[in-house]
């Protein structure tokens, strides 16, 4: 089975960064895509960002392009996810999610294992 495991998640000041951390069992980041995914208060979940197991390529959703970024250590199985300049409107539920063969690797949120997630708070 798959394991997920997200860390990081705070309560910070607009303006303010955090990093997410992504570690368990049953996957592998050589062979598995992954990203993650958010739930904002009493809205649907949403694809934040995913990356490519084999050329480690990228994608973000539009509203969080070049604020942050995601990466992966191949070596420890870790994924991470880089957030700056942190607003109110990023507040939510931050969930790291793989998925060996997705049909659309960029859908992130429609990939089939998810952890159990880590809330970010951003105040104004």
Not at 40 to 61: C, L, N, Q
Not at 84 to 102: A, F, H, M, R, W
Request: charged fraction near 20%.
């Amino acid at each position: 089975q798959v394991k997920l495991v997200e860390s990081g998640g705070d309560s910070v000041e607009a303006g303010g960064s955090l990093t997410l951390s992504c570690s368990g069992s049953g996957y592998s980041l050589s062979s598995d895509y992954a990203g993650w995914a958010r739930q904002a208060p009493g809205k649907e979940r949403e694809t934040v960002a995913g990356i490519t197991p084999d050329t480690g390529s990228t994608y973000f959703t539009p509203s969080f392009y070049r604020r942050f970024a995601i990466s992966q250590d191949k070596a420890k199985n870790i994924l991470y996810l880089q957030m700056n300049d942190l607003k109110p409107e990023d507040t939510g539920i931050y969930y790291c999610v793989t998925d060996p063969s997705p049909r659309y690797w960029t859908q992130v949120h429609h990939y089939n294992y998810w952890g159990q997630g880590t809330q970010v708070t951003v105040s104004s």
